[in-house]
DNA sequence: ATGCTCCTGCGAA
DNA sequence: CTAACGTTCGCAGGAGCAT
């Protein structure tokens, strides 16, 4: 019945800060790809009002006035501390739900219910001590209300010390608590919806507890119906171990610079390509179908603006990298109109499948595996990964890259290069 | 009336 | 100096189509 959320506290500026100890105590942000938004802040930034998604240029004025420090974001480190943060946490469950690159759920199905409040502090301790990272806990009997334990513990509220158990609070201070919480802090009420339950007169976690589940149902969707049961200690949604392999793959990135060439789109594309289909041999998948999108900035109002994507079917399901671009570049010679400032392009693998059981119709349609791209891909797949990506790479993808995103503000990566540790010491 | 595929909207981190 | 606003994934529901 129980299940805990550990979360990270403000994940990425933790990373940071754990190979720069200086950074402690400051106001750090780190920004979105193309150093775009803010996306991880430390309290101090919080604390100076500046949102989640907020644009850097809006709050480069203020950032200076306060000594900010941006980071753009080093996905390479992020991933590899938040493996060991997983790989510490598997250790105190028998079922583990990596939910993101900074959560996790545990099932503590049969731990005894006094014990889990320790068991919560001792799980920070020793993150804190073998990883270095901040985290908090919270404890309930599903996963909408262990979302919401976990609010409460990062917020200290309940006097909760980083962990907050949802089995340890009495019924009253429980509704005082559900009453005195937005709508909007529960799991899987975003935006509209909670607008939409606003002018129901549905403003606190309580008033959406105790909602008809049926109305809510018919006015909203199943999703939300299960999100009102969920906080009612009803469990609608299961722990999923890992194991489903994904079903769709995306890469795309804004570009540092305006893009107007087809050439250029194509080097942007081929590499997207590339990318995606590195992941796909990863997943041990096939697609049997690969969407292109280019499109312009959409904030430049006064520029002419132009979208387009086209969904290009493959003979074969595939994950060879270069029936994936050839495909891939067919699409966007297609959708390409000359002209226009593109701001952005994108590859998605669609339609996958397993590469071992791909079912055909007896004779028709029959899958044939080209074998000798299949050792290609193998070969290229393992000196890439021994030797660093783009060591061998497509000659369409470029060398001179004027698209790429803009990274200004990069730290090294401590824990993957090692020359990149010898110069930050 | 029923069952599909495709597309869009929404939410999450 | 200016201009500068992320990426990736899954799910549900409705539209459109075929049967």
New binding site residues.
Partial sequence: MPVALV?CNN?YVSCERLFNPKLEGKPVVVL???D??A?SRSNEVKALGIK???????M?RIAKQHGIIAFSSNYTLYGDISSRVMATLATFTPRQEI?????SFLDLEGFPAHTLQDYGQKIRRTVKRNIGIPVCVGIASTKTLA?LANHCAKKNLAGSEGVCDFGQINESARKALFQSLPV?E???????????LNLLGIETVEQLRTADADFI?TR????V??TVRELNGIACIELEQAG???????????FGM?VVTLENLNESVTY?AT??AE?LRKDGSVANSVCVFIRT?P??INEPQYERSI?VPLMQPNDDTAMLIKAALFGLKHIYLPGYQY??S?V?LM?LQPKGVMQGELFDNMPVTDEKADIRMKAIDAINRKMGRDTIAFAGSGTRRSWT?RRDRMSPNYTTRWDELVKAS
């Fill in positions: 979360d994940f979105s790809n193309n775009g938004c996306v989640m998604g907020e644009p850097w240029f809006k480069e939910y993101s690159i900074d959560e979302k909007n529960v799991w899987g009420i975003g935006r509209k919806i909670t607008e939409s149902r909203f969707s199943v999703v119906e299960r489903t392999p994904r079903q769709q793959i995306l890469v795309s990135r804004s305006p997207f990318r995606a992941k900035n904030f430049k969904v701001k952005k994108g998605m339609g995103m």
